[in-house]
């Protein structure tokens, strides 16, 4: 099971990381909202923990942002705002659940269990597909109209993101962490390079592209 954990305070972060990994959780960490939100749309994850109040971005923010997408992931909300109030606002945001700090390790892990237990599906969607574009992560194959797309790692990385937000702009940032794992744009043009090779890769006609470049903001591949 994977879980992004979202949480400014590195010394915190670094003890439930350290827990959920001795109990055997993959475990990724942001330390600010602007990331959290890059890496939780990015995806996939069986849970999310996101504490409330983040550098960049707050909590609610990534939470409201995830849930707009059609996401079911589960998220507990961490937060030191302890009121019924408080609580009420982080649910209705889209958390599954609110721990207030200080919090026992124990209950952190036995709610995230009970969540993840309750968001179980039977059977994991393997394939994604956009138009006529068919992606099966398992046997990591491509294609298009029936035709079979001879994709690099990094294109079918890229792609794969891309399909996971059909119609929506991706920007260069949530590709650099996505695809690269860098948390800073290196001002470079390795995204518009695989970018141009995967477009001549899913051909189509010039006047409809499947993949458009959105000029100050990103990429988007349409339905």
Request: glycine share 8%.
């Amino acid at each position: 099971m994977r879980v992004l954990v979202i949480e400014d305070d590195a010394e915190a972060a670094q003890f439930v990381a350290k827990g959920l990994r001795e109990s055997g959780w993959t475990v990724d960490l942001a330390g600010d909202g602007a990331r959290g939100l890059a890496l939780a749309l990015s995806g996939p994850f069986d849970a999310l923990i996101v504490d409330r109040m983040l550098p960049e971005m707050d909590g609610l923010t990534i939470v409201e942002t995830v849930r707009r997408t059609g996401s079911a992931t589960p998220v507990l909300i961490l937060s030191a705002m302890d009121s019924v109030d408080n609580r009420v606002e982080g649910l209705r945001a889209g958390g599954d659940d609110y721990l207030t700090k200080p919090f026992a390790f124990s209950e952190l892990l036995a709610r995230l269990e009970a969540l993840t237990r309750r968001g179980q599906q039977p059977l994991a969607d393997t394939t994604l597909r956009v138009a006529d574009l068919e992606m099966d992560l398992l046997a990591r194959r491509v294609r298009r109209g029936g035709e079979t797309l001879d994709l690099k790692p990094r294109e079918f990385k890229i792609l794969e993101v891309l399909m996971r937000h059909p119609g929506q702009v991706v920007t260069r940032t949530m590709l650099l962490e996505s695809v690269w794992d860098y948390q800073f744009d290196p001002q470079t043009n390795v995204i518009d390079v695989h970018m141009s090779r995967l477009r001549k890769k899913l051909g189509g006609s010039p006047d409809r592209p499947l993949l458009e470049t959105v000029r100050g903001a990103g990429y988007r591949l349409g339905e």
